[in-house]
Every structure is written in C-alpha cells, then in structure tokens.
C-alpha cells in the first residue's frame, strides 16, 4: 500500500499541470500537446519530492523509486490494450505526467506486463513530421487509408506518410484521411507524443459528420488476412450511411489457391523491394551480388489465417523471377518454411556467405527494429551470426511504404476503387482520369514498376506529355544509354516479326551540380492518364523484360 500511495501523490503532482484535451473523433484534427509541454513543471515536483526523500536511509530511497515505477508501469499496461473507452485520453496523459516525474534512476525501474523505460524513453523520432490526417473539412469524396500502425515516428512519417501523399497526390478530388487498427499503436503515441489518431471507428464517424457521400477505403495491409477481414467486417456496418462504399485491394492482391499462385502485384512488389535492396547494398544488380556471395532475406510477419499462403507465393515470385538469392522469411514462422531456423538452412545449404536482412512490412517499426536487427539473442539478425555459416550479416531497417514504386502500386488499386463509383453520384476523378485532354504540351509524372527503369533524376520524375487530334505521347529522359529500345506492349509481342520497335533518340540532361550526360529518350504512346499500360523493354545485352508504366497529373505548360 506504502508503495502504491507514494506512486500515486507523485503522478497527481504532475498530472496537476496538464490541460485536459483529449483525442475524440470531434476534436477537428487538432493535436494535443499538453502532455509534451509539461516538463517543466513535473521536474520541479520530482526535485522536491527527491529533496524530501534525502531524510530517509538509502534503502527507503529506493523503496520509494521503485514504487514510483511500478506506478507508471500500472498506468503503461491500462492504455497497452485494443479496444478504446471514454477514459482512454485521460489515462494516456496521466502515464505520460507520470513518466515525466520520474527521475532518470526511476525511469529505468519501470517494469509491468508490458511496460518497460523503453515505452517512453526510445527516441524514434520527431512525431511532428507526421501528419495524423484526422481534419474535418472532408468534402464529398473521402480516401481513408487504413493501416496497422506504427509507434516509429520516422518509418509512420516516411511509410505510411509516403503512401498517404502519394494517395494524395493522384486524387486531387478527393480528401486523403488516415485511420490505425491498431489501438495499442494509437494509444502509445497519443501518450508518448501528443499526437491523435483516429481508429477505424472513430475514422467512419469523422466520415459521416463530415457528411462524406463516396468513401473509398485503402488498405496498406500486405494480403486479404485477419485485419483485412475485420476491416470489411466493420466498415460493412455503415453501409447505410454513404451513397458508395468501396474497399480497395490491398498490396498484394488477391491470395490464390496455393504457393505456386502468383500475380501482377506481387510480381511488382518483387522487383520493387529487390531493386531497392540491392541498391542499398552497393550492388549494380542481383546477378553481381549473388556472385558476390550474398543472399537477401526478406522478413515478414507471418500469420495462421489462411492467408499465410501468401508468403510461399513471394517465393514462388522470386523463383519464377530467377531471384536465385532472395529468401522469404516471416517472424511467427507461419508458413513453417518461412521460420527463422528454415531460412538459415536455405541460405547455408546454398552457400551464400553474406546476408542481407530487410522487412518485407509496409513499416519499418518494432518487428523490423527488434525482431529482425536487434542486438538480442532470439533477432534474425542474431541467430544469422550465431549459425557461425556467414561471414557478414547486415540489416537494412526500412518499410515497403516508401518505395515509390510501392506506393503507385497502392495508387493503382485506390484508383480501381475510385473508378468503381458511379459519376453521378458526385465522382470527378475518374472522369477526368480517362477523359481526353485538349491538345498542347503538358509536364506529366512518368512512373513505371522497377527502380532500373524510370525517368532521368535531373527531371524530377517528370516527363513531355504531348496531346495532338486525342492521341497522347510522352517523352522521356532515361537514366543511361543501357535501355536500347521499347515497346508499348508486352516482352512477347515486341519480339514478333514486324513489331514497331520504339527507337531512342538521345538527349542531354543537366544535373544540379552542373554537369551534364548523354541518356538515351523515348516517345511513348499513351492510352489514358492514370491508367497502367505495358511497356517492354529491351537491353543491352540483348534480353526484353516486362513492364508496367504510368502517366499521372499532366499540368499544362
């Protein structure tokens, strides 16, 4: 009781000073920041109960310490739960002016269920480049981007940030809002931070007080698992509150029947992520870096749902991609073959000596930092090392969610979604993405599936979109003179006899330091704005490959 009391006065010293402003649907987006702008005044309470505490021996000081701890790990473990109630804002500020009284000696001793120094003490970034997207002034037409959430500040801000402007930037018409399944994510950086997010719940009413007619809702889930399944499940509930509801697809499309099943989306997400890798790893391409003794092991989650098929068919991918060196991983070891142990014995077995360890997560969150490249015995990262089978093990912390590539992928299933709504119900996007543009030059994004194609980086992205008698052309400034020809089609078809092969012209680019190079450019026929269309390609050394390309936001010139 001695314990639980001293606790108790000290945290109501703190939690004095706070303005009580909470994290309600109704709060029109504001951001609560008392519990963050209250140190000042708590340190001065800790100070004079410190000086108070100096009468009394070293072991009753201690006592003392810990039964300030054990408070704050009491008020840590009752926000550590999923489902919100009307206290929920009160009790994440008073864990937070609880923290913040404590001395350094006492932050260490927290200790509860699921509690611990690091809740509030781990630097994960500054929260206030984050948007929470959680305004009123909706509109019509909203596009909620649904995630699980995370308590990082710089993967939310980088990851699920990136895909929300990305979202964002491609539907001008509409209002990009952002809702968390997860209410444990929620309340841990509304406590820590200040910083509201709505729930799925608290996003759906934001929408009907909002008076939002057509509500598009965007998974960032990875596949049609359990969190997909209650997302559709609860969203159905207010199927009587809007004119249209439509759920997109989430990043990987649709499951299929077994491991073998592959698809366009997993397909892209594949050379997506490998590109990407392989890049920060310092390598010109896959086939030098297998040669190079190195292996790329991509950790995921995991699941029991039916979905975990999911994680064979990314092997299958990578297979059928001849990505000879690429692993699939998951944390929960669901499928069995995706377990830790399973991998190392892959990877050895194949006789790879270096490793490479990236998050196949849409954030690069707690997972990523601790399951994958933490310093303790059970990390990936760990157990790679103790194999004593390699001579380097490297990780690379960073999420699906800001690979651009990934990002239009999501950009094209909202899009799929946004079409689905009747125009005359109030949808202006998806006319004006397939009407005609009148004729002139525009600047147009030019955007395509692999991080080895794509526009020069002198052009921010950006190519020469051309509009003559309905028919649309755009030109663009390649990275090199590696890319010998296109066409708009498939790898198949460009090798037929007769095929009007797309011829390079070649272009100088100028770079921000000044200097200028030599890259091959291409004009390209355009079915439609914001559309995917494919686009072969053939290289150097004489093999075509398939891709995906896409022209977004022509802005007149």
Same mark, same amino acid.
């Given at each position: ?107 260490? +001793?927290? &200790? ?45 801000? &980088? ?5 929300? &402007? ?40 934001? *929408? ?97 749902? =039916? ?70 015995? /059970? ?22 969610? /800001?690979?651009?590539?990934?990002? =239009? ?41 692999? *991080? ?33 020809? +296109? ?53 150097? &050394? ?16």
């Amino acid at each position: 009781m001695k314990k639980k009391l001293a606790g108790t006065m000290l945290a109501l010293l703190a939690a004095s000073t706070l303005a009580m402003s909470g994290c309600g649907a109704g709060n029109g987006g504001a951001r609560t920041t008392a519990a963050a702008e209250s140190g000042s005044e708590t340190t001065t309470a800790a100070s004079e109960t410190k000086s108070a505490d100096t009468v009394n021996s070293s072991a009753n000081a201690s006592e003392a310490d810990q039964a300030a701890a054990d408070h704050v790990a009491d008020l840590i473990d009752a926000i550590y739960v999923k489902e919100r109630t009307e206290d929920t804002d009160k009790q994440c500020q008073e864990a937070k002016a609880a923290w913040d009284a404590l001395t350094d000696v006492q932050k260490q +001793l927290v &200790k509860g269920e699921f509690a611990d120094p690091e809740y509030f003490g781990r630097d994960t970034g500054d929260a206030s480049k984050d948007d929470p997207l959680n305004q009123d002034g909706i509109g019509e037409n909203e596009l909620l981007v649904v995630s699980f959430g995370t308590s990082f500040n710089d993967s939310r801000a &980088k990851d699920i940030g990136g895909i929300e &402007k990305a979202l964002q930037e491609a539907f001008a018409g509409w209002s990009v809002r952002r809702a968390f399944t997860s209410q444990i994510i929620i309340n841990h950086v509304e406590a820590r931070d200040g910083e509201c997010i709505d729930n799925v719940e608290q996003s759906l009413a934001r *929408a009907v007080n909002n008076g939002v007619q057509n509500l598009v809702v965007q998974p960032t889930h990875l596949m049609h698992g359990a969190e997909y399944d209650e997302l559709v499940e609860t969203v159905d509930k207010y199927q009587d509150k809007f004119k249209t509801i439509q759920v997109a697809e989430p990043l990987l499309g649709e499951v299929g029947a077994d491991g073998t099943v592959v698809n366009q989306d997993k397909e892209a997400v594949a050379k997506a992520i490998t590109d990407t890798a392989v890049k920060a790893a310092d390598y010109d391409s896959l086939d030098q870096a297998e040669q190079d003794g190195t292996a790329f092991v991509f950790m995921g989650h995991g699941t029991s749902h =039916q979905a975990a098929v999911t994680y064979d068919q990314m092997q299958s991918q990578m297979q059928a991609l001849k990505y000879v060196n690429v692993y699939i991983g998951t944390v929960e070891g669901k499928p069995e073959d995706t377990s830790c142990e399973s991998v190392i014995k892959k990877v050895k077995d194949a006789g790879y000596k270096k490793v490479v360890l990236r998050p196949l997560m849409v954030v690069a969150g707690d997972h990523a930092n601790n399951d994958m490249a933490g310093d303790d015995a /059970e990390s990936w990262k760990s157990q790679f090392q103790a194999a004593n089978a390699f001579d380097s093990v490297t990780s690379q912390i960073a999420g699906l969610g /800001e690979i651009p590539e990934v990002q =239009q992928i999501y950009v094209s299933h909202a899009r799929e979604a946004v079409n689905a709504v009747p125009e005359g119900n109030g949808n202006t996007v998806s006319a004006t993405a397939s009407a005609s543009l009148e004729d002139g030059t525009y600047s147009a994004d030019f955007k395509t599936d692999s *991080a080895m194609f794509h526009v020069n980086e002198a052009l921010d992205g950006k190519g020469t979109l051309t509009v003559k008698d309905g028919k649309m052309t755009i030109h663009v400034s390649l990275t090199s003179e590696n890319i010998v020809n +296109l066409f708009p089609g498939t790898a198949e078809d460009a090798q037929k006899p007769g095929a009007a092969l797309l011829q390079p012209v070649k272009d100088t680019v100028k770079y921000s330091d000044g200097t200028t190079e030599t890259v091959n450019g291409f004009d390209i026929p355009v079915p439609a704005i914001g559309e995917d269309f494919d686009c072969a390609l053939l290289g150097t &050394k004489g093999k075509w490959y398939d891709h995906k390309v896409n022209v977004t936001n022509p802005v007149k010139r």
